[in-house]
């Protein structure tokens, strides 16, 4: 794990529970120890404007909140870490691995919500000022073992229950099967440490023949 992963920008995704948070924090511990600069960010938040987003994004008592609404919360807290953090730090050399990106709004707002891809994608280049992964790394698990994996204390997006997450599922697998070339989808049913494996080996082969 070293030069390569220089300036390097990786998305973590998952549906809720697939456990890629885990996965995130144990690839920067490893990075910064190989003795790479590395910043990590989550969406929703990662600023301060973008952590005041995520509230009311989460908050389950925002029952009546659209979709279209949804989706530009996510989007205008994604604006403000692309600004903030994450290109600067891709300006400086820096490794930058975010938990979730656009491929979430894909998955979740699009796949599961119904908003069309189009719309989407228009609004994510506005938001992301065209500023796209080198990777985006998505941990596949389904929803039975996924739902086994949270808290039991729901926020308003883990509430929306077994059929929609279904649905971020089969999100994923789409953006999979349309992009193959930037995207890997791992399967993240097994234990964390074979999970990690099999993930650090298929990033570093991709990343690597690129080079
Ligand atoms: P987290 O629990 O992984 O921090 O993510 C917060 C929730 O927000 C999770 O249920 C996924 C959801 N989400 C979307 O629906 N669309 C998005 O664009 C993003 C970034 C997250």
Redesign the pocket.
């Known amino acids: 794990m070293h030069q390569w992963l220089r300036g390097k920008f990786i998305v973590f995704e998952g549906p809720?529970g697939s456990g890629?948070?885990t996965q995130l924090a144990r690839f920067a511990t490893d990075a910064s120890a190989a003795g790479l600069e590395v910043i990590e960010v989550?969406?929703?938040g990662g600023t301060s404007v973008g952590e005041q987003i995520r509230k009311v994004?989460?908050d389950p008592e925002n029952t009546d909140m659209t979709i279209r609404c949804?989706m530009l919360l996510?989007m205008a807290s994604?604006a403000q870490l692309v600004e903030q953090q994450i290109g600067p730090a891709i300006s400086r050399g820096d490794l930058v691995l975010a938990?979730?990106?656009v491929a979430?709004?894909c998955a979740?707002?699009g796949t599961a919500g119904g908003l069309p891809m189009e719309e989407i994608f228009e609004v994510a280049a506005v938001a992301t000022n065209h500023q796209m992964p080198d990777l985006t790394v998505i941990f596949d698990v389904d929803e039975v073992t996924a739902a086994k994996r949270l808290n039991p204390l729901l926020?308003r997006?883990?509430q929306k229950g077994a059929e929609f997450h279904r649905r971020v599922r089969d999100g994923y697998h789409a953006l999979f099967a349309a992009d193959p070339e930037h995207v890997l989808l791992i399967d993240a049913t097994g234990d964390a440490d074979s999970v990690y494996a099999r993930a650090t080996a298929e990033i570093e082969a991709k990343l690597t023949a690129r080079c």
């Open positions: 809720d890629k948070s989550r969406e929703p994004l989460l949804e996510y994604r938990d979730r990106f979430s709004t979740y707002q926020d997006m883990e």
